[in-house]
């Protein structure tokens, strides 16, 4: 994947909000409904693996001692745990991915989180590798 991948995309970050970005695409596609319209984005917009594998190129380039790993989800796996896990001087943070404007966390996601977080770990909803970086930060694992 190379920067080019997401620059395809650009219209998908250019709008703050989902119905900011639905309001523009009436526009742009015509007078179509909302949910017209995010049907059509569910289609078109990026599958979450390929910000899960941005943000773990991102990851993997850090120049710190870490480890960040996709978690497989399957059959037997615990259902509602974070898709990556990232660990670095004995701490850790767990990330969940979802799409932009499309992705939403299930009900089993979100409990999983707030069980994190009431352990004292870390978990956010994150799409972009820029927001993994900003969360890095905050947190002090890296300095930008």
Known sequence: MNSNDFRKFEILWRYPTTDD????????????RKDEILKRLRRIVPKESF???AILKYLDALDIPHWAVKIAQGPYSQGGVPDIHFESGGRCIHFEVKRP???E????QKETRKAIEASGGMSYV????????AILTQE?????
Request: charged letters at 25%; a negative charge.
């Open 51 to 53: 910000y899960q594998k």
């Open 101 to 103: 404007y499309v992705g």
């Open 140 to 144: 002090g694992f890296i300095n930008t």
């Open 21 to 32: 970005l639905v309001k523009a695409l009436k526009e742009e596609w015509g007078s179509h």
């Open 126 to 133: 994150v799409t972009f590798p820029e927001e993994v970086q």
């Open 105 to 108: 966390e299930s009900d089993l």
